[in-house]
């Protein structure tokens, strides 16, 4: 019998290893696995690079393990916020690298690599600094950029429930980038609020179905 | 110079009339969100959230916030019955793919080639962020602007070439400021309206690129 559930956060993560790429969902606090975030504090794994849209906002969550100087290096579209002082420290002190990407080019890059693709050309960041040295080609009349994918080891998202097989549905905004990073890593572990019995999830209304996803945890274990 | 300037509920309530029933629309971070209070409530228009919703309506009552229904700002929001919920990549391929009727933007500065600089002044300690702005610049099939027509110091936010750094090239259609209403074409910048009691001149003196008379 297949089953994809951990009993404990601690478990779910233990194997994330130093220097790890780590990509964590949410939009600001939505969609943040905020206890998978906690139980990596805990496990101490280091060096390690983190994809997000953001880079943290406040005290908890990732803004948490930035403050406890565990990431080199961070992939997002938008790191500076009111609340943003643990990143923004580390970044004014130099320890920390920054790759900033367009929020549409992140999310783009991130479903390229769980869709196998090589790269895509895209119009967004055209004649930009952000697009400076990267391949560029007209093609029926427009200007495009080349870009990469993004793969990760690990992918921590925040689903409401879950199954066995790792079959999700999420709550209204706090999808965000959950189904794509699901996609783009090697071991998904997905934070949930419940986890259901078999059957319990419409098949018309799976949002991430099971093959994207390795672990599923409560979010109370 | 003349004192004569729509105000900012003036000028939000100037864009909401560009707005048209059906039309799929982003209003950016700042004051674009204000056009929402001006939309007509006869007039059935979708707003797109780059966060993952469609439908947006406003701000819920307090007490009524829901963490996980929020907005590109991060703000508290609500959804209209027959509203949608997706991931981000379908959200930027609205965008990107050209799905979105309108959407409206603030700006530092924007070009008489409709050149956008709205992300990064530039400033060598400024930590940048974009976040869905490259996107968006380029991401409907109308992009409008909405700015004060100058800085707070006087100098104009419409120039010849954008001395901030780009955040879209030759994106912008309409522009929407305190002083008047202008068209980029590719013949330069039409004016299509001026606030009351201002002249062409007063007008052409405040502006940092030619102007077209309509």
């Given at each position: 019998?297949?089953?994809?559930?951990?009993?404990?956060?601690?478990?779910?993560?233990?194997?994330?290893?130093?220097?790890?790429?780590?990509?964590?969902?949410?939009?600001?606090?939505?969609?943040?696995?905020?206890?998978?975030?906690?139980?990596?504090?805990?496990?101490?794994?280091?060096?390690?690079?983190?994809?997000?849209?953001?880079?943290?906002?406040?005290?908890?969550?990732?803004?948490?393990?930035?403050?406890?100087?565990?990431?080199?290096?961070?992939?997002?579209?938008?790191?500076?916020?009111?609340?943003?002082?643990?990143?923004?420290?580390?970044?004014?002190?130099?320890?920390?690298?920054?790759?900033?990407?367009?929020?549409?080019?992140?999310?783009?890059?991130?479903?390229?690599?769980?869709?196998?693709?090589?790269?895509?050309?895209?119009?967004?960041?055209?004649g930009?600094?952000?697009?400076?040295?990267?391949?560029?080609?007209?093609?029926?009349?427009?200007?495009?950029?080349?870009?990469?994918?993004?793969?990760?080891?690990?992918?921590?998202?925040?689903?409401?429930?879950?199954?066995?097989?790792?079959?999700?549905?999420?709550?209204?905004?706090?999808?965000?980038?959950?189904?794509?990073?699901?996609?783009?890593?090697?071991?998904?572990?997905?934070?949930?609020?419940?986890?259901?019995?078999?059957?319990?999830?419409?098949?018309?209304?799976?949002?991430?179905?099971?093959?994207?996803?390795?672990?599923?945890?409560?979010?109370?274990? | 110079?003349?004192?004569?300037?729509?105000?900012?509920?003036?000028?939000?309530?100037?864009?909401?009339?560009d707005?048209?029933?059906?039309?799929?629309?982003?209003?950016?971070?700042?004051?674009?969100?204000?056009?929402?209070?001006?939309?007509?409530?006869?007039?059935?228009?979708?707003?797109?959230?780059?966060?993952?919703?469609?439908?947006?309506?406003?701000?819920?009552?307090?007490?009524?916030?829901?963490?996980?229904?929020?907005?590109?700002?991060?703000?508290?929001?609500?959804?209209?019955?027959?509203?949608?919920?997706?991931?981000?990549?379908?959200?930027?391929?609205?965008?990107?793919?050209?799905?979105?009727?309108?959407?409206?933007l603030?700006a530092f500065q924007v070009s008489a080639k409709g050149d956008l600089a709205?992300?990064?002044?530039?400033?060598?300690?400024?930590?940048?962020?974009?976040?869905?702005?490259?996107?968006?610049a380029?991401?409907?099939?109308q992009v409008f602007v909405m700015m004060?027509h100058q800085?707070?110091?006087?100098e104009s936010k419409i120039v010849a070439e954008c001395s901030y750094?780009l955040t879209g090239v030759a994106c912008v259609n309409r522009i929407y400021t305190?002083m008047a209403v202008l068209d980029v074409t590719k013949d330069g910048l039409r004016v299509l309206e001026m606030a009351?009691?201002l002249t062409f001149e007063e007008l052409q003196a405040a502006t940092g690129a030619p102007l077209l008379k309509g």
């Open positions: 019998m297949i089953d994809k559930t951990f009993e404990s956060l601690e478990r779910a993560v233990a194997d994330i290893h130093d220097g790890a790429t780590v990509m964590i969902g949410g939009f600001g606090n939505a969609g943040m696995p905020s206890a998978l975030i906690d139980a990596l504090i805990a496990q101490g794994a280091k060096e390690l690079t983190i994809v997000n849209n953001n880079a943290g906002n406040g005290e908890t969550g990732l803004a948490a393990l930035l403050k406890a100087k565990r990431v080199r290096k961070i992939i997002c579209s938008f790191p500076r916020q009111t609340d943003s002082h643990h990143f923004d420290a580390l970044y004014r002190a130099g320890e920390i690298e920054l790759e900033l990407t367009p929020q549409g080019n992140l999310a783009e890059r991130i479903r390229a690599a769980g869709a196998g693709i090589g790269g895509f050309f895209t119009p967004t960041g055209y930009t600094l952000l697009a400076e040295g990267k391949e560029t080609r007209l093609i029926n009349g427009r200007q495009y950029v080349l870009e990469s994918p993004i793969h990760a080891d690990f992918a921590l998202i925040k689903a409401l429930k879950g199954d066995r097989w790792g079959n999700l549905v999420y709550r209204k905004t706090a999808r965000n980038f959950g189904p794509i990073m699901a996609m783009a890593a090697k071991v998904t572990i997905a934070q949930v609020q419940d986890v259901v019995a078999l059957g319990e999830l419409d098949p018309e209304v799976i949002v991430t179905p099971g093959i994207f996803v390795q672990r599923v945890v409560k979010e109370s274990a | 110079m003349s004192t004569h300037r729509y105000t900012r509920d003036q000028m939000a309530a100037r864009v909401a009339q707005i048209q029933e059906g039309a799929y629309v982003n209003l950016g971070i700042g004051l674009p969100t204000k056009v929402a209070n001006y939309l007509p409530t006869d007039r059935e228009v979708f707003l797109h959230s780059e966060n993952g919703l469609l439908g947006m309506g406003p701000a819920p009552a307090e007490g009524e916030e829901d963490e996980d229904l929020i907005n590109a700002g991060k703000q508290p929001v609500t959804l209209l019955t027959g509203g949608a919920f997706f991931h981000h990549a379908d959200s930027f391929a609205m965008m990107r793919g050209g799905h979105l009727d309108v959407c409206v603030g709205n992300w990064h002044t530039g400033a060598p300690d400024a930590i940048p962020a974009v976040g869905g702005a490259m996107d968006l380029l991401g409907a099939k004060e800085t707070k110091t006087g750094p305190d009351p009691g």
